[in-house]
């Protein structure tokens, strides 16, 4: 009985969870509780602004886009006919107007994700290796690397759009004088097209995940390498020993942020080759885009972004999954050895 | 727990100012709203003080001609006041129904012609008759098929403004070298001014993009070919006459006087840069060349196939829907377009041709570039008017002609294949716009 009041007063759910087997306890709890209560409110006036803001522009659009999913819905139209999964069949059945595009485009995020995830967690980790040494200029090589970083997804496409052209570009040119092959299409032809567009992105953004491993690598302990040192550790053992693990907790942070930005590319190749040659590098939110704001197919264009949100949520859930299981186990081993 | 609340805080200050921005809007939209009716459009107002919102999209060389305009026609008139939004043709057309719908329109606009059928069908632009009548603009100031394709379902959408085609561009003092006196008007002469540039050193004399304009290229090659790209059952594009388009396309390619895989642009760059001798390109471009100093003339484009034809486009008046129009602003707005389009003399310096034989007959190209261009406008040809055709062209036609130039799929297959996807997408629209 006296639990159930207690429970009644307690303003969150996190009090529950301890089981009350002593009475004394549990009232002292429900002081607690009671001196809260009057703040009963409070966490939620903390959290209004936030909730107000993620409620009305992450939460609301995500229903709301099942719900036009499930329409033929073209916003400028009277009316919008409920079509049930018909945009989502669509989809998977081969020989629809949108089959083709559609997986063409997701075809397109995978090869520029596979392609660009592992260099932009090696170089960086690299960069950032370089630039925790002490040597002379070094803030300033480190305010250059992370330089391309704050331009724009526009500059930095249109740029490298002239600089890369086959015909009229720099890039080409300076191949030529170097005796190297001087007709590689980089804009308008596959797979010269995917290296141009991994390339421009791993310089654009390598920046920010080298800060973020510059951060991680000064939270390890310098004893820890002095240890490995006295140990007899070269570099090499130092490196595998003592900085891979040190990195762990943010690898994954970097992997995650890094999968989901490459698969969310579309400045580049909408700016650098229109999505040619053909829609060859036309990515998934490029043709979402496309169908979605262009062409006012609102309801197949949420019905592509639901399919990729699937395909998304289950790559991060491998990841944490990955990372997740392999800390414990190690730790445990450490503790037993 | 301090960062957040500063953070809160940021937030809440941000959300207010927000809010307050809205009221101020709503108070602005309000003030317009709710007037009496006006009278019948007679030409002139004489209402209040009205301020007009005016969206196009001349970012180019044309932009300046249409400030000016802008600025001229708000010194004549005491109680109107234009505002210009310019921005980019592809924002544009994304923007307008988004605003529309939303009740957030422009009060008077430019689209293209090839648009008009397109807005009317989703209901962001409206029927303007009465404005054509009063204007006393008929079909005899107009070529034909401008004036034609401004009507949807018997209604007309839109007041033209001007003519804009394809063109030829050549550099004068490569085709001097080469001993070329003529611009060449048919395959053959064509064929041979190609060669004598070659022969005098210009490697690469007539750039074939693979983008922009490139099936703009196609579709003036097609009707030369007198075909139609699109029919009454779906896209016929890939007709002989369109695939025999697109294999001459190509063969400029095959024949070396083009380099392969042509980026976006970089055609016309290149000609920009004197590094090849023709382009083919929207006159719009006349000013920019003008201005970068090349030793260039223009000419229309030769006729490859039998018929003497080329793509054409024109810029048209509009007025959007709007959920409670203020009389007062649409009676002003009829006036803004009535003053423009008799003063599109002016407009013609921005590379355009007026769309008004009476403006085009005092003289108004005299002297101008593309005085040659406008002798040929009965053989410009225009776009039909179907609803939803751009963004249908643009995901099909556009694509093989880039697969056709670029010889990645044989040029027949390439536009079969997007036929077929075009029609499937036209019978779509038709469902969706109940047509």
Sequence with gaps: MSTKVGERVLPTGRARRPSASNQESQKKRGEQAGTRQQGKATPWLFLAPYLLLFGSFVILPAVLGVWISLHSWDYTLPNKPFVGLDNYVSLFSPGSTVFGPFWGSMRATGIFTVLSVPLLLIVPLAVALLMSKKFPGRDFLRAIYFAPYVLGVAVISVLWRYLLDNNIGLVNHYLGLLGLPDDTAWTTTTPAAWVALVGVTVWWTLGFNAVIYLAGLQDIPIELYEAARVDGAGPWMQFLNVTIPGLKPILSFITIITLLASANMFGQSYLMTQGGPGRETRTAIYQIADAGLRNFQMGSAAAMSYVLTVFLMAISALVFYVFREKQPKKLKKEVRS | ?435
């Design chain 2, 1 to 435: 727990m301090k960062q957040n609340d500063f953070l809160g805080r940021r937030v809440f200050g941000v959300t207010a100012l927000g809010a307050a921005l809205m009221l101020v809007l709503a108070g602005c939209s309000a003030g317009g709203t709710g007037q009496a009716a006006g009278e019948p459009f007679t030409g002139e107002y004489t209402g209040p003080e009205v301020e007009l919102s005016y969206w196009n999209g001349f970012t180019g060389g044309d932009g300046p001609f249409m400030e000016k305009m802008v600025s001229d026609f708000n010194a004549e008139h005491d109680n109107i006041k234009v505002v210009s939004n310019t921005m980019q043709w592809t924002d544009f057309y994304q923007r307008l129904p988004a605003a529309v719908t939303a009740g957030e329109g422009p009060d008077v606009g430019v689209m293209h012609l090839d648009q008009l059928a397109t807005n009317a069908a989703r209901n962001v632009i409206i029927p303007i008759d009465d404005l054509a009548d009063d204007l006393g603009l008929t079909a005899n100031d107009f070529t034909e098929e401008v004036w034609d394709a401004g009507v949807y379902k018997d209604a007309r959408y839109g007041i033209p403004l001007d003519v804009h085609s394809l063109a030829m561009y050549y550099n004068t003092e490569h085709f001097a070298a080469a001993g070329i006196e003529e611009a060449p008007t048919d395959a053959a002469s064509l064929q041979d001014a190609l060669g004598k540039l070659k022969a005098a050193g210009y490697e690469t004399p007539f750039w074939m993009p693979t983008r922009w304009p490139s099936h703009l290229m196609n579709l003036s090659l097609l009707w030369q070919n007198d075909g139609e790209p699109y029919g009454d059952d779906g896209a016929t594009f890939d007709s002989a006459a369109g695939v025999k388009a697109l294999e001459w396309q190509r063969s400029i390619v095959d024949d070396g006087y083009s380099p392969g895989d042509v980026a976006i642009d970089s055609q016309y760059v290149a000609f920009k840069n004197g590094e090849t001798s023709i382009t083919w390109d929207g006159i719009w471009q006349i000013n920019d060349l003008s201005e970068s100093g090349l030793p260039y003339a223009v000419a229309p484009i030769p006729a490859i196939g039998e018929t003497d034809a080329v793509w054409a486009n024109s810029h048209n008046f509009f007025l959007p829907r709007q959920a409670n129009a203020d009389k007062n602003k649409v009676n002003a707005s009829k006036v803004f377009i009535a003053w423009m389009s008799e003063q599109s003399a002016e407009w013609a310096g921005s590379g355009m041709i007026p769309a008004r034989q009476s403006v085009r007959d005092a003289g108004a190209l005299d002297g101008l570039p593309q005085e040659a261009i406008a002798e040929t406008i009965d053989s410009m040809r225009f776009l039909p008017p179907i609803p939803g055709i751009g963004g249908v062209q643009a995901e099909t036609l556009e694509i093989a002609v880039a697969d056709g130039v670029q010889g990645t799929t044989s040029p027949s297959e390439a536009l079969k294949k997007a036929a077929g996807t075009a029609t499937k997408l036209m019978d779509d629209n038709k469902a969706s716009f109940g047509d």
